[in-house]
Nanobody, 116 residues
Framework: QVQLVESGGGLVQAGGSLRLSCAAS????????IAWYRQAPGKQRELVAT???????NYVDSVKGRFTISRDNTKSTAYLQMNSLKPEDTAVYYC??????????WGQGTQVTVSS
């Protein structure tokens, strides 16, 4: 059974930092792409960052230079380091694991709230 468990969300002031974790089980973690998405109230879910099995990364323009996605295959865990947080980063953050030909799984989400 595949499970993805996000953690690390919380309330932080603007300019602060948080590190989200996405711990996976039930899969061969290293062969999959990991993605972080976010969904703010009343908005569509947005792709924030991805990291492939070859550690190639990609970011949405709004977080470039502030967020860093990484992975530790030995721990089957992916991370999203978020620095210089802004109120507009407030959202529920989800991780997803997938690869070509497999739609993958989603985590349950973790709330990030940035106060001004």
């Amino acid at each position: 059974q595949v499970q993805l468990v996000e953690s690390g969300g919380g309330l932080v002031q603007a300019g602060g930092s948080l590190r989200l974790s996405c711990a996976a089980s039930g899969i061969i973690f290293s062969i999959n792409t990991i993605a972080w998405y976010r969904q703010a109230p009343g908005k569509q879910r947005e792709l924030v960052a991805t990291i492939t099995s070859t550690v190639s990364t990609n970011y949405v323009d709004s977080v470039k230079g502030r967020f860093t996605i990484s992975r530790d295959n030995t721990k089957s865990t992916a991370y999203l380091q978020m620095n210089s947080l802004k109120p507009e980063d407030t959202a529920v953050y989800y991780c997803r694991v997938f690869r070509m030909g497999w739609i993958g799984y989603w985590g349950q989400g973790t709330q990030v709230t940035v106060s001004s």
